[in-house]
């Protein structure tokens, strides 16, 4: 079993940035692939970021790409979400989530059903 607690979140202005982390306790080793996704009120939950556990691949929604950069440290057992000018439409409860015992394939990263483990949620809310 795997428990992830997000932190970091808070209240920006537009073009301001921020970083919302995720730590990872229990059975780490079981990890293979994290993520982290979006959902603001009244919308489905977006694909926002994901990395594996091992190697240096990222991918990310297109809403978010050239902006936003999904990092990890093993060791801590803690993966990063730094967003970089942040527009009012990046508001929402960022959740971080985590696949345990198996991969999620590459073409499924942005599927959030393929994810078994996640957080309670931080909020992000950007300001005109």
């Known amino acids: 079993q795997v428990q992830l607690v997000e932190s970091g979140g808070g209240l920006v202005q537009a073009g301001g940035s921020l970083r919302v982390s995720c730590l990872a306790s229990?059975?780490?080793?079981?990890?293979?692939?994290m993520g982290w996704f979006r959902q603001a009120p009244g919308k489905e939950r977006e694909f926002v970021a994901a990395?594996?556990?091992?190697?240096?691949?990222?991918w990310y929604g297109d809403a978010v790409k050239g902006r936003f950069t999904i990092s990890r440290n093993n060791a801590k057992n803690q993966w990063y979400l730094q967003m970089n000018n942040l527009k009012t439409e990046d508001s929402a409860v960022y959740y971080c989530?985590?696949?345990?015992?198996?991969?999620?394939?590459?073409?499924?990263?942005?599927?959030?059903?393929?994810?078994?483990?996640w957080g309670q949620g931080t909020q992000v809310t950007v300001s005109s």
């Open positions: 989530t985590a696949k345990t015992n198996t991969r999620v394939i590459q073409s499924l990263l942005a599927d959030d059903s393929q994810y078994d483990t």
């Open positions: 990395i594996r556990w091992s190697g240096t691949n990222t």
């Open positions: 229990g059975r780490t080793g079981s990890i293979t692939s």
